[in-house]
């Protein structure tokens, strides 16, 4: 048997089926919420700091730019230039290889360096990994 409903309720029916009867309709769903992403190195080629390694090293050893032989300074300098970071903490392993750098909003990376022409104390560093510390 068809059950027959005058005009009016099928004209409601309708506006409560296409949501157009105010708050008759059910709500529509909440937008899903999105956790913001990491931030992600910016336009930064690795190895940093990019160029003929060996010019560079030439350069060190000529006095010029004696941060590059610290790897604390190296990582310290690349977090301001991927991340626009001023004011970064750089904590260097023994052997320089690996640096722990957080930014001051508190987001950790883990830099690999390496010494790409001299190696030991009179040799330049280089950024060549970099990855959200876990």
Known sequence: MIAHRSPAALLAAVLVGVGLLGGCAAPAPA???VAPAAPQPAAVALPWPTGR???LQR?????AQPWLLDPSEVALA???AAYDWAAAQA???ADGTTVDLTGPDGTRRTLTLAQPATAGPAGIWVVTADAPTP
Do not use: F, R
């Open 78 to 80: 690349y977090g301001a």
């Open 31 to 33: 937008p899903p919420t």
């Open 53 to 55: 390694s060996g010019e």
């Open 91 to 93: 904590v260097a392993s």
């Open 59 to 63: 350069s060190v050893d000529e006095g």
